[in-house]
């Protein structure tokens, strides 16, 4: 454990923990069966993409699959497109470090810089199936969705070992919703069409529409980087690179010379927490 002298103190604007406020009330009050847009976000209506994923942090590849998606929209014709983040993870270990609310700031930014006019959706369930739901339910005026997604996941969803009845489940999921599948590590388009083309596969083949993503991206792993930032700098902006630096949010306690403890990004959730508390919302 490594032992400092002294620890920075960092600072969150008011404007930010204002907007922080506004986020978490949203949050409070999302319905399960509804999805919610981050104010400043173009309303759901029409054909839509939208992007799951975690983003802790937000990568290049992440950049580089929403550049695709757009790339995909202007093919189609007129097209929303949006990142979305869940307050329920599924098939992973519970994320909890940084706070939702800094991963959205963090994400609001990183799309702002890099990939203008794309909006945040936020859900309250993990599963496509309950996210397709939620998108509609909310949002009668979407008449097509799509769903981006890496290869690996489009392997989950026709696993029969998730589904008690794998045809219902995945009839009532493609009445919903098409996928957007990008390559991951080596399983590229290839193996895509392979995988549509087992005989229990066929008949949903016209719901999954491959997406290119060069292979400079297709290694890059949020996970990874969290266990080592030095190792991976240039996958990630620099907007996140900074973040991660200022707030420590994936390092370990810092140990000070009077061998005291210190959690620095702890310190920032408590700070932020608090300063939500007790700060009202600009009228």
Known sequence: MTKVTKVNVFHVSSYTIQRFKRIQELLDHLDPSKALVVPGSPLPEGKIIVFPGSFNPPTLAHIALLKQAWQFARVQGSMHIYAALSTHITDKERVERPLLLDRIHLLETVLRNHVRH??????????????????????????????????????????????????????????????????????????????????????????????????????????????????????????????????????????????????????????????????????
Do not use: C
């Open 118 to 283: 794309t909006g945040i959706i936020l859900f309250n369930r993990g599963l496509y199936v309950e996210q397709a739901e939620a998108v509609h339910s909310a949002f009668p005026q979407v008449s097509n969705l799509y769903f981006l997604i890496g290869f690996d996941k489009i392997v989950q969803i026709f696993d029969p070992h998730y589904y008690e009845d794998r045809d219902l489940a995945l009839h009532e999921l493609f009445e919903l919703a098409d996928f957007l599948v990008a390559p991951r590590a080596e399983a590229g388009p290839e193996e895509l069409s392979i995988l549509l083309d087992r005989p229990e596969n066929r008949q949903y083949a016209g719901h999954v529409h491959a997406l290119p993503l060069s292979t400079v991206y297709r290694y890059i792993s949020s996970t990874r980087i969290r266990q080592g930032l030095s190792a991976h700098e240039q996958e990630v902006p620099t907007e996140v690179r900074r973040f991660i630096h200022e707030t420590h949010a994936y390092e370990p306690p810092l140990e000070l010379q009077d061998g005291i403890k210190i959690d620095q990004y702890g310190e920032r959730m408590r700070a932020i927490e608090s300063a939500i508390k007790f700060t009202n919302v600009e009228k």
